[in-house]
């Protein structure tokens, strides 16, 4: 997968007096079958999350509250994503290096995605992504 496979999804938005609501169905709104969801929150200013890719894993990363960057890299070139709307979702297919940066405060990332936990779906080291993207293998 390449940098222009990953894309920012607007889902459905219900705009009412009463406040807002947004959804998403698994293989209607998103492209898989959700297996887990988590969510990252009480991140302290400066920190960054991520530092890896997925071998298999895909991904909607949405700011449920907040705002964050997200950094997709292909190995070949860089975009960065600024999600800062709940009925937003930025898909991230497998094999896409990926960094989250500049949370703000009381931000709150929610991320829906196609495998349960696996340590061994992790890469962990940037040099052995872009290998393994260069040799066709992710
Ligand atoms: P990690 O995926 O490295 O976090 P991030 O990419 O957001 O920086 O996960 C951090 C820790 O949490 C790691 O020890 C594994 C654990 N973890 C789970 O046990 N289950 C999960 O679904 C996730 C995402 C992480």
């Known amino acids: 997968m390449v940098l222009s496979d990953c894309k920012v999804l607007e889902l459905p938005?219900?705009?009412d007096e009463r406040g807002n609501?947004?959804?998403?169905?698994?293989l209607n709104h998103i492209p898989f079958e959700i297996k887990r969801t988590y969510w990252l929150y009480d991140v302290p200013g400066g920190e960054c999350r991520g530092g890896h890719a997925y071998k298999d894993n895909q991904e909607?990363?949405?700011a449920l509250s907040g705002s964050f960057d997200v950094v997709?890299?292909?190995?070949?070139?860089?975009?960065?994503?600024?999600?800062n709307r709940s009925y937003y979702g930025l898909y991230v297919p497998k094999g896409i290096w990926r960094e989250m940066e500049n949370f703000s405060t009381n931000s709150l990332a929610l991320v829906l995605s196609s495998t349960k936990y696996d340590e061994s779906d992790y890469i962990y080291d940037y040099d052995e992504f872009v290998k393994l993207k260069c040799d066709g293998k992710i």
Do not use: A, R
Request: charged residues 25%; aromatic residues 12%; proline residues 0%.
């Open 13 to 15: 938005k219900f705009l």
């Open 21 to 26: 609501l947004s959804f998403v169905e698994q």
């Open 60 to 62: 909607l990363i949405i």
């Open 72 to 83: 997709l890299n292909d190995g070949t070139e860089k975009k960065v994503f600024h999600l």
